[in-house]
Nanobody
Framework: QVQLVESGGGLVQAGGSLRLSCAAS????????MAWYRQAPGKARERVAL???????DYSDSVKGRFTISRDNTNNTVYLQMNSLKPEDTAVYYC?????RGQGTQVTVSS
C-alpha cells in the first residue's frame, strides 16, 4: 500500500521560507513522477511543482523562481523549498503521485 506523508507546514511571515517534505512508503519515488499541489479555501486545486522520474522539473507561473522541488532517493522523500513566501501562497499543500495523495500540510503566510 502506497502512502505519502507531508510535513513542514506552518505559519510564516511574508518573505519567509519553509521546506515541505513528502515521505513515501510502499513505493520507490525514484521511479515515479511526483507533484506538489495546493488548495486554498474557495479556490481550485493548483499544481505548483512537478518532478519527473528522470529529474525534469516544472513549476506553475505563480511560484516559478521562488519554489524548488527536489527528491532524495536514498530517503524516498520529495521536498518543496518555498522562498519569498507571499500571503497568496496560503493553502493546504499536498504531494501526489499517480492515484495517491497525502493528507496535506497547512501553510499560512501572514502579511
Amino acid at each position: 500500500q502506497v502512502q505519502l506523508v507531508e510535513s513542514g507546514g506552518g505559519l510564516v511571515q511574508a518573505g519567509g521560507s519553509l521546506r515541505l517534505s513528502c515521505a513515501a512508503s510502499g513505493t520507490i519515488l525514484s521511479s515515479k513522477n511526483m507533484a506538489w499541489y495546493r488548495q486554498a479555501p474557495g479556490k481550485a486545486r493548483e499544481r505548483v511543482a512537478l518532478i519527473t522520474y528522470s529529474g525534469t522539473t516544472d513549476y506553475s507561473d505563480s511560484v516559478k523562481g521562488r519554489f524548488t522541488i527536489s527528491r532524495d532517493n536514498t530517503n524516498n522523500t520529495v521536498y518543496l523549498q518555498m522562498n519569498s513566501l507571499k500571503p497568496e501562497d496560503t493553502a493546504v499543500y499536498y504531494c501526489s503521485t499517480t492515484g495517491v495523495r497525502g493528507q496535506g500540510t497547512q501553510v499560512t503566510v501572514s502579511s
